[in-house]
Nanobody
Framework: QVQLVESGGGLVQAGGSLRLSCAAS????????MGWFRQAPGKEREFVAA????????YYADSVKGRFTVSRDNAKKLLNLQMNSLKPEDTAVYYC??????????????????WGQGTQVTVSS
């Protein structure tokens, strides 16, 4: 089992920045990829960004490209999401997820095996 704990959410004005982190613990080896999803009220969970644990290939939703940056620290088992130029439409609960599914494109929820509890991000206009 893998436990994932997100941190760093909060309230920020439009145009501001936040940095989310996700700490992984438990049986974290082997891990293929980790990612971020978000879910706004009344909407489905949507992909935000992901990174492969080996090689560091990154994936981004079109809506966040150029504004968000995903990174990982293998030694510390940390996944980060730097969010800049935030917009009110970025408001959502952000979830960290981890996948052992080797080779599966990490951009859909079914590609992931473990999920965190989520952290709220609210962007005011």
């Amino acid at each position: 089992q893998v436990q994932l704990v997100e941190s760093g959410g909060g309230l920020v004005q439009a145009g501001g920045s936040l940095r989310l982190s996700c700490a992984a613990s438990g049986r974290t080896f082997p891990m293929y990829s980790m990612g971020w999803f978000r879910q706004a009220p009344g909407k489905e969970r949507e992909f935000v960004a992901a990174i492969t644990w080996i090689g560091g290939s990154t994936y981004y939703a079109d809506s966040v490209k150029g504004r968000f940056t995903v990174s990982r620290d293998n030694a510390k088992k940390l996944l980060n999401l730097q969010m800049n130029s935030l917009k009110p439409e970025d408001t959502a609960v952000y979830y960290c997820a981890a996948s052992r599914q080797v080779g599966k494109r990490p951009t859909t929820p079914d590609a992931y095996d473990y999920w965190g509890q989520g952290t709220q991000v609210t962007v005011s206009s």
